[in-house]
């Protein structure tokens, strides 16, 4: 059973910056995974907020795009969200999510049919 373990949240100012970071208890190949990040707000559903594929190819829902950034570490095996420009609206729990050898569309969709699902780490921005 691979667990994700997710680190980095905590609380901000609006127009501040955090760097999630994701890393995997077994080894697994990032390289040919689907990866992404979601988000739950308090009395909201679970969104998608950025996705990683085995070929690098990125995708943003559009709330954060131009002010968040999905990348790994392929050699740490590390899943990372920096997000800046923050705004109370980002406040919630941010988890990371993983598909491991998967070679179809990288979305939301392909991660919550099977993929291994961190706890969570709390982010919230204060106005």
């Known amino acids: 059973q691979v667990q994700l373990v997710e680190s980095g949240g905590g609380s901000v100012q609006a127009g501040g910056s955090l760097r999630l970071a994701c890393i995997a208890s077994t080894r697994i190949a990032y390289s040919t995974s689907c990866m992404g990040w979601f ?12 996705f990683i594929d085995r070929y690098a190819t990125i995708t943003y829902t559009d709330s954060v795009k131009g002010r968040f950034t999905i990348s790994r570490d392929n050699a740490k095996n590390i899943l990372y969200l920096q997000m800046n420009s923050l705004k109370p609206e980002d406040t919630a729990m941010y988890y990371c999510a993983l598909r491991s050898y ?8 392909a991660l919550t049919s099977a993929g291994y699902w961190g706890q969570g780490t709390q982010v919230n921005v204060s106005s």
């Open 39 to 50: 988000r739950r707000a308090p009395g909201q559903e679970r969104e998608g907020v950025a």
């Open 102 to 109: 998967y070679f179809g569309y990288c979305d939301a969709r």
